[in-house]
């Protein structure tokens, strides 16, 4: 019988820059995946929606529990090497990768530079995912300038039950209803300061170990593109 990792669903090497509308969960390339991969996107829309879960590239990143999944097997979502740039305006639980991620999915490597507007009550905002519920955001990026909602971090929204929130960076101005954060944690839910300086080079990233030999492209003075996917900036 096929294995789990061969039944799961797989966007790799995809861009969108249609705008997208919605009235309910979204994404900029993916609405809803369960124990879907996700690699090597990125997003360059704006997004607006009503409600939901909104995401640049996902909008509910969930997966499977023991006695659900294929072969009885548990798994979530991967989202690995992607980016956003799109601003969004509206949703729910909204973040600049994913809206929600649920149910051991992992968000990695990856960065948002929109701005998110969110004038709901209630809302959860954050840079990288709105909501994260027994799952993973490692070494991840939030270099967005600007956040606005009810409950706003620089990472994530909020987070629930067993969940890895570490090595993160966002970018040290970026404002919060406002306001910028004074907190400055790797393992928070605001990430570790960076400036735009340290954003727009290579450092950074390498100490996350992006791999900058296949998957991505640094410009100088510009944020990391996808080797062979994205424009490289001049």
Request: hydrophobic share 35%.
């Amino acid at each position: 019988s096929a294995t789990p990792e061969a039944d799961r669903i797989r966007v790799t090497d995809c861009f969108n820059h249609g705008r997208v509308v919605t009235g309910g969960t979204g994404g900029g390339l993916v609405g809803l995946g369960s124990y879907v991969v996700i690699s090597k996107c990125y997003n360059a829309a704006d997004m607006t929606a009503q409600y939901g879960y909104i995401g640049g590239i996902i909008g509910y990143a969930s997966g499977w529990k023991n006695g659900q999944g294929p072969n009885a097997e548990s798994g979530g979502c991967l989202v690995t090497d992607c980016y956003n740039t799109g601003n969004i305006d509206g949703g729910y639980k909204v973040g600049g990768i994913a809206g929600s991620v649920t149910t051991t999915s992992l968000i990695t490597k990856s960065y948002h530079s929109g701005v998110i507007t969110n004038a709901g009550d209630p809302s959860l905002v954050g840079g990288i995912a709105g909501s994260v519920a027994d799952a993973q955001l490692i070494s991840c990026v939030a270099a967005g300038k600007e956040l606005t909602g009810a409950t706003v971090f620089r990472i994530a929204g909020e987070k629930t039950g067993t969940c890895t929130i570490e090595n993160n960076y966002a970018l040290a101005d970026t404002k919060v209803n406002g306001t910028e954060v004074t907190e400055s944690d790797a393992a928070s839910l605001n990430g570790m300061d960076k400036t735009a300086v340290e954003l727009n080079s290579q450092a950074p990233y390498q100490t996350l170990n992006w791999d900058f030999e296949d998957t991505w492209v640094s410009v100088n003075g510009f944020l990391p593109v996808l080797n062979g996917i994205s424009e490289i900036p001049v």
